[in-house]
């Protein structure tokens, strides 16, 4: 079953809400902002052995854990901040993904100064199958296994299958993405 039919049949009434939300503003939906796919990229990582609804209710703690996604201000994290973040109940308090996220945000530097922008080293790769993006983020990120690249590809508009056909959200969706990541 897809995320669509699961939000609008097997959800209760009060946490519908909160998937519907994302489903029917971001998930899918093309990211142009490099801060934005990085947070995007940190909430997958977080996601990793929870369910993805702990990640959406703790997306504004996140987001002030960690300077609203600012990349350049994550890669300059010490010590003291990821204490901090180990310490911060309002997020993920986990130490390999807290470290992941700082050392992310130090190789997503490096390829926005090689490339322009994380966005375009994405789409200079684009289009591969998801086992080849995997093999890819596994050599440039940490702690990206299968299921966060694809969820992440996913969300962003990179790989297909956010949405099924028959979702209204789909068509806009594709009528979001630019024509060549239509193909």
């Not at 079953?1 to 998930?27: G, Q, T, V, W």
């Not at 909430?43 to 987001?63: D, P, V």
């Not at 596994?138 to 969300?155: A, D, P, Y």
Request: one cysteine or more; proline letters at 3%.
């Amino acid at each position: 079953m897809s995320y669509c039919n699961a939000i609008e049949y097997m959800m209760p009434e009060e946490r519908k809400a909160l998937h519907k939300k994302y489903h029917d503003n971001f998930y899918g939906f093309p990211i142009e902002d490099d801060n934005e796919l990085f947070g995007r990229l940190i909430m997958e990582i977080n996601q990793a052995g929870l369910s993805w609804e702990t990640i959406l209710k703790k997306e504004a703690t996140f987001r002030k854990a960690y300077h609203n996604f600012n990349i350049k201000k994550v890669a300059a994290y010490k010590e003291a901040d990821r204490e901090r973040l180990m310490n911060d109940a309002g997020i993920i308090r986990n130490r390999l993904k807290i470290n992941a996220a700082v050392e992310n945000a130090k190789t997503i530097l490096a390829l926005q100064k090689e490339n322009g922008s994380f966005k375009k080293w994405i789409e200079s790769n684009h289009p591969k199958t998801k086992d080849e993006w995997v093999k890819l983020f596994k050599k440039s990120f940490r702690f990206t296994g299968g299921e966060i690249v694809n969820e992440f590809l996913m969300s962003a508009g990179y790989l297909q299958g956010s949405h099924a056909e028959s979702c209204p959200v789909y068509k806009k969706v594709l009528k979001a993405k630019p024509m060549w990541l239509k193909k």
